[in-house]
């Protein structure tokens, strides 16, 4: 048991999933932020580019991707996802200090997963 609880403390921590992140496409960019109580995430859309930047889009920055989702665990959030008008229940998991998933499912049978990665100038 003692074997167990050094390993834990011996794994590494996560860093703070707070920054900008930039989608798998590269063409959207989100500010993530804690909130709420501060175990919450959150999630806003910053920038769109890359084609995403079209007049149909364009009414989504600025809002909300990710709303006060729920900690369920050390990096792993839980909550509703919105994505360019549609909505999703979603699990989002920080990978690593620079990748976190996206995981939206609507009716519990069509689930699509994105990546985003950290984003730096």
């Given at each position: ?6 390993l834990i403390a011996?794994?590494p ?18 500010d993530v ?6 175990t ?5 859309l910053?920038?769109?580019?890359n084609g995403?930047?079209s ?5 989504y ?8 989702a729920v ?10 996802l ?5 909505s ?6 920080q ?7 996206l995981?939206?499912?609507?009716a519990?049978?069509i ?10 100038e």
């Open positions: 048991m003692a074997c167990f609880f050094a011996a794994a921590a996560l860093a703070s999933p707070v920054g900008v992140w930039e989608i798998e496409m590269r063409d959207s960019r989100y932020t804690l909130c709420g109580d501060g919450q995430l959150c999630a806003e910053i920038w769109l580019g995403a930047d007049a149909e889009n364009l009414p920055l600025n809002t909300m991707l990710i709303d006060h900690q369920t665990r050390p990096g792993e959030w839980k909550g509703e919105h994505i360019y008008g549609q999703a229940a979603g699990t989002i998991t990978v690593s200090e620079d990748q976190i998933t995981r939206g499912c609507v519990l049978v689930c699509k997963s994105y990546q985003m990665y950290r984003y730096g």
